[in-house]
């Protein structure tokens, strides 16, 4: 089975300071992960992956996650915040010993982010 | 701008009717999905076509009906619908990957159902 955490329902953050949104996760395996977010009335966004190699993983408009594996976790962050990052964040993962045809994502319950002016 | 398209962006529907979702993508993405997606709530996956053949479905209802004409697009057929069944309905496409499937999805907006 795979599954996904995101603890934290909400997060307020002032711009310009450092943003993180918690995920964490459970495979069987090594894990495929993945972070989307989404604006109001829109699409999931992709925002970044880890399949394998470093760690620490830098995708679109200035995030980064880093895998840990013996925490099991997949945090994102972004260095300095912006207002318009305020959206759902999703943390998704796959495990690839389940075989599937398709990106059988299991995703996490969303973080509302919310950054200040 | 979205490279999936979804169309109508709204629908209005009763228990009775019968409607149609549709979903294109010209990325070359051999694999697509139908999602649908409660307010504040993640994306729950419905059905998976991967090669123009349904490879999942996800013990979906038999009021919802998928179809995949060619590779380009994908349509989610809507009959007796309940009013529980008002959500946001995303269509995603990825790259098959020579069948490991590791690539991201890429999402479409979505239509939002409201049955009455």
């Known amino acids: 089975a795979q599954s996904v955490a995101q603890p934290e329902d909400q997060v307020n953050v002032a711009e310009g300071n450092p943003l993180t949104v918690k995920c964490t996760y459970s495979?069987?395996?090594?894990?495929?992960l993945f972070w989307y977010v989404q604006y109001p009335n829109r699409g999931l966004q992709f925002l970044l992956k880890y399949i394998t190699g470093d760690n620490l993983v830098k995708g679109s408009y200035g995030f980064e996650a880093e895998f840990n594996k013996s925490q099991t976790s997949f945090h994102l962050k972004k260095p300095s915040a912006l207002v318009s990052d305020s959206a759902l964040y999703f943390c998704?993962?796959?495990?690839?010993?389940?075989?599937?045809?398709?990106?059988?994502?299991?995703f996490g319950g969303g973080t509302r982010v919310l950054v200040k002016p | 701008d979205t490279e999936v398209t979804q169309t109508p962006k709204h629908l209005v529907m009763g228990m009775t009717n019968k409607k149609s979702l549709k979903c294109e993508q010209h990325?070359?993405?051999?694999?697509m999905y139908w999602y649908k997606q409660k307010a504040k709530k993640p994306p729950e996956l419905m059905f998976v076509?991967?090669?123009?053949?349904?490879?999942i479905n996800e013990s979906v209802p038999s009021r919802f009906s998928p179809e995949c004409p060619n590779s380009s697009l994908l349509n989610l057929h809507l009959h007796a619908l309940q009013p529980e069944d008002s959500a946001l309905y995303l269509c995603?496409?990825?790259?098959?990957?020579?069948?490991?499937?590791?690539?991201?999805?890429?999402f479409g907006n979505g239509t939002r159902l409201t049955v009455t």
């Open positions: 076509y991967s090669y123009e053949k349904l490879s």
């Open positions: 990325m070359g993405h051999r694999a």
């Open positions: 998704a993962v796959r495990d690839p010993m389940i075989k599937a045809a398709g990106n059988k994502l299991t």
């Open positions: 495979v069987s395996g090594n894990p495929y």
């Open positions: 995603a496409s990825s790259l098959a990957d020579a069948g490991t499937y590791n690539s991201p999805l890429h």
